[in-house]
Each structure stands twice: as structure tokens, then as C-alpha cells.
T-cell receptor, first 111, second 110 residues
Framework: DAEITQSPRHKITETGRQVTLACHQT?????MFWYRQDLGHGLRLIHY???????NKGEVSDGYSVSRSNTEDLPLTLESAASSQTSVYFC??????????FGSGTQLSVL | KNEVEQSPQNLTAQEGEFITINCSYS?????LHWLQQHPGGGIVSLFM???GKKKHGRLIATINIQEKHSSLHITASHPRDSAVYIC????????????FGKGTHLIIQP
């Protein structure tokens, strides 16, 4: 069955370190997104991509970057981790029927 | 920017009760999504609708485009329905058009 997977599930890092969160989908979807989820907020869009070599900034993109070298993967990089980036991160993909598929999330703690 | 309001924020009910969760939004949309998130778990898409009503098992979702309002109903609720239910609206086909509500935390007691 097609799926979308995130890794790692949990990550603890130190302030200032570079961190990369992986997202891999086997739906062959062009549209992929990264969100963060924090208490008191709805899911907020960090970056998104409509296809290979396409990346776009979302609502809360500062301090994050993504790359899209193939259809399956959209890794999210925190260039220099900050405590404010402690959050739960979700990757999602969307097919032509507009249905959303989410990964299981990555709990990131920046100490 | 579309504002998405969900009510109630928290809901505790007894097993078997009929549950209604509401979602209101401020700007016209192309589609509305209902999502389910179990504690510590991932997010699952329940429905995507742009008009009318959809049903899947004990779950029913309705939308009134004119009133900018959607409801998610659960019939014969069960403890396994305990989760956070999230409404998200899209103003266009792109990801940048998705705005999420803060979620409704539902607990069904046996």
C-alpha cells in the first residue's frame, strides 16, 4: 500500500545545530507540504512543493528550508535550530483528488 | 486570510451519544476538510467536501456554503472516537490556501 513516512519520530537537538527531518511518500503525489503543530495554534504551513525542483514558502518559513530533488521526498532542514522551533512537525501530500495524507509526525525538541 | 473557528473546543460525552462538532469560516472556499488526530498519533483525513453531505460509517459531514458553516456528526459514539477533530478550509487548489482550525478535543467515556 502507498504511504507517507516521516523520520525520525522523535529528535532532541541543541540550539544552533542543523537538523533535517525526512519525509517520503509512495503515492507519487506532486504536492507535498510541511506543517508545524503547536498548542494554541492550528497546523501552520512551513514550506510546500508542487513538484520536482519547486519549493515555496509558507506562513512560518523563517529558519527552515526544503528541497525537492525527486517526487517521493521533501526533507525539511532547520539551518540553526532555535528553542522556538520545538514543535511537532507533520509532512503531508495531496493527490489530484485533493485528498490529504499525513505522516505520523516528528516530535522535535531543541534544548 | 480565512478565519476558521471550531466549536466546542472540548467535548466530553457518554458512549452512544450523538456528537456534533461545528466549523465556521469567514471567506468563501473551494473545499473543506475534516481531519482526525488520535493522541500521540498521526492525522487522518476523514472527509473532503465542497457541497452537501458525505457519510462514512458512523460519521457524517455537512456543509452549508451560503452560511459558511460545516458540521461533523458522529452517531452511536464509541470510546475509540476519542480524538482531536480538525477542520481545514481551502480557498483555492494550492496548499497555501489551506487554513486550519485549532481542533475540537473529543472524549467519549464508556
Amino acid at each position: 500500500d502507498a504511504e507517507i513516512t516521516q523520520s525520525p519520530r522523535h529528535k532532541i537537538t541543541e540550539t544552533g545545530r542543523q537538523v533535517t527531518l525526512a519525509c517520503h511518500q509512495t503515492w507519487n503525489h506532486n504536492n507535498m507540504f510541511w506543517y508545524r503543530q503547536d498548542l494554541g495554534h492550528g497546523l501552520r504551513l512551513i514550506h510546500y512543493s508542487y513538484g520536482v525542483q519547486d519549493t515555496n514558502k509558507g506562513e512560518v518559513s523563517d529558519g527552515y528550508s526544503v528541497s525537492r530533488s525527486n517526487t517521493e521526498d521533501l526533507p525539511l532542514t532547520l539551518e540553526s535550530a532555535a528553542s522556538s522551533q520545538t514543535s511537532v512537525y507533520f509532512c503531508a501530500s495531496k493527490g489530484s483528488d485533493e485528498k490529504l495524507f499525513f505522516g505520523s509526525g516528528t516530535q522535535l525538541s531543541v534544548l | 486570510k480565512n478565519e476558521v473557528e471550531q466549536s466546542p473546543q472540548n467535548l466530553t460525552a457518554q458512549e452512544g451519544e450523538f456528537i456534533t462538532i461545528n466549523c465556521s469560516y469567514s471567506v468563501g472556499i473551494s473545499a473543506l476538510h475534516w481531519l482526525q488526530q488520535h493522541p500521540g498519533g498521526g492525522i487522518v483525513s476523514l472527509f473532503m467536501l465542497s457541497s452537501g453531505k458525505k457519510k462514512h460509517g458512523r460519521l457524517i459531514a455537512t456543509i452549508n456554503i451560503q452560511e459558511k458553516h460545516s458540521s461533523l456528526h458522529i452517531t452511536a459514539s464509541h470510546p475509540r472516537d476519542s480524538a482531536v477533530y480538525i477542520c481545514a478550509v481551502a480557498v483555492g487548489g494550492g496548499a497555501d490556501g489551506l487554513t486550519f482550525g485549532k481542533g475540537t478535543h473529543l472524549i467519549i467515556q464508556p
